[in-house]
């Protein structure tokens, strides 16, 4: 692992960029590889964005990167640059992941142990609301919406819904 100086020092160099891209800098590592620096930058869309990061935007903010850490030189010798988005197994912990989430299905356990299972459909404030759906088809059904304080939340996950995805309603908009 790098030290925290020259990690801020990468830091420092690609947020901006990041940010004006309109995207969040989700992680960075910066560790040794043999001769070699790997400096790994996990992006996101922004909190109320919904959908997912397309590859050509990723491309080009990579390419920015780049250039930005070749003029700035905040990595000594030669590196290796990897830029990647979170991925749908990343476990919802902040705010902003949840508000990202929207229009998905999210698997929640509460800290009382208890289970919690539906769509997404708001975050406001730091509550969020799940609307039902059918646990073994993922299919939403008439009913009341539950409401769970993020504060309750212990662990939570978004479920792939392969069937959204093969019929072209993909909640990411990536079909």
């Given at each position: 692992?790098?030290?925290?100086?020259?990690?801020?020092?990468?830091?420092?160099?690609?947020?901006?960029?990041?940010?004006?891209?309109?995207?969040?800098?989700?992680?960075?590592?910066?560790?040794?590889?043999?001769?070699?620096?790997v400096?790994?930058?996990?992006?996101?869309?922004?909190?109320?964005?919904?959908?997912?990061?397309?590859?050509?935007?990723?491309?080009?903010?990579?390419?920015?990167?780049?250039?930005?850490?070749?003029?700035?030189?905040?990595?000594?010798?030669?590196?290796?640059?990897?830029?990647?988005?979170?991925?749908?197994?990343?476990?919802?912990?902040?705010?902003?992941?949840?508000?990202?989430?929207?229009?998905?299905?999210?698997?929640?356990?509460?800290?009382?142990?208890?289970?919690?299972?539906?769509?997404?459909?708001?975050?406001?404030?730091?509550?969020?609301?799940?609307?039902?759906?059918?646990?073994?088809?993922?299919?939403?059904?008439?009913?009341?919406?539950?409401?769970?304080?993020?504060?309750?939340?212990?662990?939570?996950?978004?479920?792939?819904?392969?069937?959204?995805?093969?019929?072209?309603?993909?909640a990411?908009?990536?079909?």
């Amino acid at each position: 692992m790098a030290p925290a100086t020259s990690t801020q020092r990468v830091r420092t160099v690609v947020e901006p960029v990041v940010t004006a891209a309109g995207l969040v800098l989700e992680d960075l590592e910066v560790s040794p590889a043999g001769r070699r620096t790997v400096v790994r930058l996990t992006i996101d869309l922004g909190d109320d964005a919904v959908g997912g990061l397309d590859l050509d935007t990723l491309a080009v903010v990579a390419r920015g990167v780049g250039d930005a850490l070749d003029e700035a030189s905040p990595v000594p010798g030669e590196y290796t640059l990897e830029v990647g988005t979170p991925g749908t197994d990343r476990p919802l912990t902040e705010l902003r992941h949840f508000k990202r989430a929207r229009t998905r299905l999210v698997r929640l356990v509460r800290r009382d142990g208890s289970p919690a299972f539906g769509r997404l459909t708001a975050v406001i404030d730091d509550t969020l609301t799940l609307s039902p759906v059918l646990p073994a088809t993922g299919r939403d059904v008439a009913g009341e919406p539950t409401y769970i304080a993020l504060a309750d939340i212990a662990s939570a996950s978004v479920e792939v819904e392969l069937s959204r995805a093969q019929a072209g309603d993909d909640a990411d908009g990536e079909s």
